[in-house]
């Protein structure tokens, strides 16, 4: 009974590792385009499906960054000693940083006006895009930590935590009255600042500063 939580354990890992999870991990990072069908007019769908796309800008941008960092992100952690890690994270946490401020910035101002440009504004959309770039701005809070606690081996755990931030979700969509598309942009925004603060705490027991705070690192100098 003992080595039973280890098995199981082990058993999430090895799913993990030969991709039988890849439906699972769609589901749970896409989940409110699977939801906004069934409770959307066309007009509106167009609209949440239009900024949604928009907003997918953000983490295709970190993404860059993070297939150039992780091989050596891993290496590191696994190495003895957590000094280099911690002070490789640091600085990857404030490349997200900037990085995704910058195109959480571009992507407010520049979607907009390809909207008018199609002849279809709308007031509603703006707000819309706001709160889809909130959640994917979850890296200037939290920092990298998607692809940090994949460093650490932590992958299959970072996906049961998207799992348990999509029934979160869910949960608001179907208390929410008005089937509307900013009740659903916001808390799903709200789904993914869970995740990514979850996510912050659980890295720092490896001594890993979240978001902003990496400025606060020992080997971090910006001047």
């Keep these: ?67 150039k960092a992780a091989p050596q992100l891993r290496d590191m952690a696994r190495a003895t000693g957590q000094s280099r890690f911690q002070a490789a994270a640091a600085r990857v946490n404030l490349g997200y940083m900037m990085i995704c401020g910058a195109m959480a910035l571009i992507v407010i101002g520049v979607t907009p006006l390809l909207l ?42 970072n996906d049961l935590l998207h799992g348990v931030t999509m029934l979160f979700f869910l949960l608001g969509i179907f208390t929410v009255t008005a089937q509307e598309t900013v009740p659903i942009a916001q808390t799903f925004a709200a789904a993914q600042l869970a995740h990514g603060a979850i996510c912050a705490v659980l890295l720092t027991q490896s001594g890993v500063w979240p978001g902003l705070t990496a400025l606060f690192h020992k080997e971090i100098k910006l001047f």
């Design 1 to 67: 009974m003992e080595n039973k939580p280890k098995i199981l354990w082990k058993n999430a890992q090895i799913a993990h590792s030969r991709g039988l999870g890849t439906g699972f991990r769609f589901v749970t990072r896409y989940c409110d385009l699977l939801v906004a069908p069934w409770l959307l007019d066309a007009a509106m769908l167009s609209l949440y499906l239009f900024a949604r796309g928009a907003s997918l800008c953000i983490p295709a941008a970190l993404s860059m960054l993070g297939r």
């Design 116 to 157: 008018e440009m199609l002849q279809q504004a709308d007031p509603e959309f703006s707000e819309i895009l706001i709160w889809l770039v909130i959640g994917q701005s979850a890296p200037v809070f939290f920092g990298a930590t998607g692809l940090l606690m994949h460093a650490l081996d932590r992958a299959a755990f």
